[in-house]
């Protein structure tokens, strides 16, 4: 089965700083990726996704991800943080043909960013 | 707003009750997904359903857990007999029809049900 790790699951830094998160999954073949973020109070909504292409992908609020398919990774980057990117950050990945459309999701990462 | 709705959302039982939880989608969306988030951990997939497609129910727990769609609408997930390990958030969420070029596209989540078994 299809897993996914998300190895830091608290970070705290202070505004201004740069942010990476690590995301690494295990499956060979093809994938589809998604980062989601959660506010407090709010809902789940998705950051950036990955399907084909160019591996570098930009999404909103200055985010990027990085895909490397030889190192299944998938790193969430921001390279300057405001208080309002506190939040959980997830990982999610679907594995292509296998996994049909199932996302299978990192167990989350718990940024705060101190003012 | 025209995003996924859930609802009741919040629910407090006592063991060994029945439980049914709804999600309305966003309207157009064929597929529609239900996650479980245990406290402090990732969304687990619980069941999909798309189109008049059978549904996958790999990720359902246990035979007391299932869920239902009515076409492309409304969906209930129930669960009898509930325990405690089933306290949990229950996320839906809504999705156009699969990717042409193969897979799952953006998955549009609702609020979620918080589910408290005493």
């Known amino acids: 089965a299809q897993s996914v790790s998300q190895h830091n699951h608290h970070v705290i830094l202070s505004e201004a700083a740069s942010l990476e998160l690590g995301c690494n999954y295990s499956?060979?073949?093809?994938?589809?990726l998604f980062w989601y973020v959660q506010y407090p109070g709010q809902h789940l909504q998705l950051l950036l996704k990955?399907?084909?292409?160019?591996?570098l992908v930009k999404g909103i609020k200055g985010f990027e991800a990085e895909f490397i398919k030889s190192k299944f990774s998938f790193n969430l980057r921001k390279p300057s943080v405001q208080w309002s990117d506190t939040a959980e950050y997830f990982c999610?990945?679907?594995?292509?043909?296998?996994?049909?459309?199932?996302?299978?999701f990192g167990g989350g990462t718990r940024v705060l960013v101190k003012p | 707003g025209a995003g996924v709705s859930q609802s009741p959302s919040n629910k407090v039982t006592e063991k060994g009750k029945d439980v049914e939880l709804r999600c309305d989608p966003i309207?157009?969306?064929?597929?529609l997904y239900w996650y479980r988030q245990r406290l402090g951990q990732g969304l687990e997939f619980l069941i999909y359903f798309q189109g008049n497609s059978a549904p996958d129910k790999s990720g359902l727990p246990s035979d007391r857990f299932s869920a239902e769609r009515t076409g492309e609408s409304v969906s209930t997930l129930t669960i009898q007999r509930t325990q405690q390990e089933d306290s949990a958030v229950y996320l839906c969420?809504?999705?156009?029809?699969?990717?042409?070029?193969?897979?799952?596209?953006?998955?549009?989540f609702g609020p979620g049900t918080r589910l408290t078994v005493l």
């Open positions: 499956y060979g073949g093809t994938v589809n």
């Open positions: 969420a809504s999705s156009l029809a699969p990717l042409t070029s193969g897979g799952a596209g953006e998955q549009f």
């Open positions: 309207s157009g969306h064929t597929a």
């Open positions: 999610a990945v679907n594995a292509r043909g296998a996994a049909g459309n199932k996302l299978t």
């Open positions: 990955y399907f084909s292409g160019d591996p």
